[in-house]
């Protein structure tokens, strides 16, 4: 099953690169506004080579770093991905400062201002922050000295968030242990969120296509705590052919493995990105995505479980809708099979919204208890995860039926997707005009 969703997923990332045309790496990184943040504090996203683990047919919904070909050197791509961070830093305040979009929420013992609130940022590639392929050590490094300057500059705690694969973490032990790169992540207060998504190794490794070794994420984690760097992950809900419960599940017990291993989790809920298996079935109609009373329902369960006894409590959930790049289908908008309607799915979204801005899980949670307390749709969705459960196959042969559709639609798929491309395009635009700024 592996090997097949890895050979579909290649050749739909080939059809993208055939289809995309060939342009330059610009200077300045995509992302900065809440829609397309890890959290309540603006995420930059470094745009240089395709991600390694992308082009190997890795992370089958995933397809986040997809960039055109620039057919630039490898030189001229390290150089403009640091005139990516520079922009970051010689704009510092407008675009650093001035989005702070609600409290950081950490209370780290390593921050010296303990009477001002810190400021947070998300500086990575699309790829891993600590491979070479995805992000060269020298920029790395003269963006990290950059951001340092600040501190002092503003007289303020900054906390630095970047995203990596465990792997390369293992591959830099010697090097992580003992280098100016990793004294500069300290003094930035690094968070590094790790790729993991499930706690379930089919999920994880055959679902998704992590083809990551829970051994080796347990020894990356431990080598970034005894560095004295902060560890989060990534969680991922929503996977086809998942059910509603069964991704709902598979997300709280990823969420309380990762608190026994004082990891904090970064909540992650499927959308549909181009050139995906995902939405090559979801345009056939074989993959629907999680409901969204299924999201909020496992968002409340997640916070119920962080604060439960002793742990870590800090959380990330990125926008459910967003990007970058601005997906043209999500959870609560632009899909026709939601069994809530078009003005509870606003509501549900504001709830998350709000929560991911002012943080206050204890109104966040009375605030959704009074939303589905004696809710029609509440219970209309009740029913039909509940039939969803009773009428569902064996999972394996859910997926050998999802590999047969896929390919026996890849070719029609990859006739219509050039002109589909660029109604991508007009995705921004579509959740502007819903009013999501």
Known sequence: MKSEITEITKELRRTYYKAALSEPVPDIPSGGSLLESTGNFPSFYLIGSPCCRSEAGLCSPCFYARYPESGFSRDEITMAMSRQCQYVLDNFEELVLNKQYGKVDITDKSLKHKDREPIALTISPGGSYFSDCDFPREARVKALRGLVEKIDQHDIDIVLFVEAH????????????????????????????????????????????????????????????????????????????????????????????????????????????????????????????????????????????????????????????????????????????????????????????????????????????KFREGNAEYTAYLEYVYEEEIRKKDLNARVDDMIEVANENMDRYVKVQRPFLDEQEEATELFMNEGLE
Request: hydrophobic share 40%; glycine share 6%; net charge negative.
């Open 166 to 369: 465990a792997t390369d973490i293992i591959t830099l032990e010697k090097y992580l242990r003992d280098s100016e790169e990793t004294g500069l992540l300290k003094k930035l207060n690094t968070r590094v969120v790790l790729g993991f998504e499930s706690a379930n190794e089919f999920t994880r490794n055959v679902l998704y296509n992590k083809s990551l070794d829970i051994q080796k994420y347990e020894k990356a984690v431990s080598i970034l705590q005894s560095c004295g760097l902060t560890v989060g992950s990534f969680v991922f809900a929503g996977l086809a052919p998942h059910t509603d419960l069964e991704a709902q599940e598979d997300m709280l017990e990823s969420v309380k493995y990762l608190k026994g291993k004082k990891v904090f989790p970064t909540l992650m809920f499927a959308n549909v990105q181009p050139y995906t298996m995902a939405e090559e079935l979801f345009l056939n109609g074989s993959y629907r995505l999680l409901q969204p009373f299924t999201v909020l329902d496992t968002i409340s369960e997640v916070l119920t479980c962080l604060n439960e006894n002793e742990g870590s409590s800090y959380w990330l959930l990125p926008d459910p809708v967003g990007g970058p790049p601005m997906p043209m289908f999500n959870i609560f908008f632009n899909r026709m099979d939601s069994i809530s309607g078009r003005e509870a799915n606003e509501k549900m979204y504001r709830l998350v919204e709000k929560l991911r801005i002012d943080r206050d899980v204890e109104e966040f949670q009375e605030d959704y208890r």
